[in-house]
T-cell receptor
Framework: AQKITQTQPGMFVQEKEAVTLDCTYD???????LFWYKQPSSGEMIFLIY??????QNATEGRYSLNFQKARKSANLVISASQLGDSAMYFC?????????FGQGTELSVKP | DTEVTQTPKHLVMGMTNKKSLKCEQH?????MYWYKQKAKKPPELMFV???????INESVPSRFSPECPNSSLLNLHLHALQPEDSALYLC???????????FGPGTRLTVT
């Protein structure tokens, strides 16, 4: 069975510092996709970044980058220059057929 | 414009009531989804519609009844719910089922 593991239930980071949120996955498929979503306290899930299993370059979107290590089956999210508005729940997810399988999430708090 | 709208934002209903949740997108997406999310937990997939046809039903109780009247609209009809059905209900859409999903702000449902 495929699954996603996020081992950090909660994390703190100082404003303006970088932070890495961990995500490991388990799949026997050759073709798969990995996603990161942000969920502020308001509830809306915001798509941040996507990495395909065949992509050779790590995905980047503004202050977000995905550290994709295929052999280790990890897809960590790196947020550079943290801002107070980055405080939220972050979910890693993997595409399985026509649906997303989510990890348990990491709650990030940015300190001023 | 990556916007998915959901109405209502909040809903309180009794166990004998019938109500409906509505979701709308105008991005031309052909896949739409319903998720249920409890506090501090990842979203749980309920239903997937692909090209207006129900393609995945994650063994959801029949008191939840989805409907996709056209490619832009997705409804979730609720009847005889239980207090444990209280949760945040999220709608999402994607270009097709393998692409990134864009979520609406959710409906916070309370069953009394």
């Amino acid at each position: 069975a495929q699954k996603i593991t996020q081992t950090q239930p909660g994390m703190f980071v100082q404003e303006k510092e970088a932070v890495t949120l961990d995500c490991t996955y388990d799949t026997s498929d050759q073709s798969y996709g990995l996603f990161w979503y942000k969920q502020p306290s308001s509830g809306e899930m915001i798509f941040l970044i996507y990495q395909g299993s065949y992509d050779e370059q790590n995905a980047t979107e503004g202050r977000y980058s995905l550290n994709f290590q295929k052999a280790r089956k990890s897809a960590n999210l790196v947020i550079s220059a943290s801002q107070l508005g980055d405080s939220a729940m972050y979910f890693c997810a993997m595409r399985e057929g026509g649906k997303l399988i989510f990890g348990q999430g990491t709650e990030l708090s940015v300190k001023p | 414009d990556t916007e998915v709208t959901q109405t209502p934002k909040h809903l309180v209903m009794g166990m004998t009531n019938k109500k409906s949740l509505k979701c709308e997108q105008h991005m031309g997406h052909r896949a739409m989804y319903w998720y249920k999310q409890k506090a501090k937990k990842p979203p749980e997939l309920m239903f997937v519609y692909s090209y207006e046809k129900l393609s995945i039903n994650e063994s959801v109780p029949s008191r939840f009844s989805p409907e996709c009247p056209n490619s832009s609209l997705l409804n979730l009809h609720l009847h005889a719910l239980q207090p444990e059905d209280s949760a945040l209900y999220l709608c999402a859409s994607s270009q097709v089922t393998h692409y990134e999903q864009y979520f609406g702000p959710g409906t916070r449902l309370t069953v009394t």
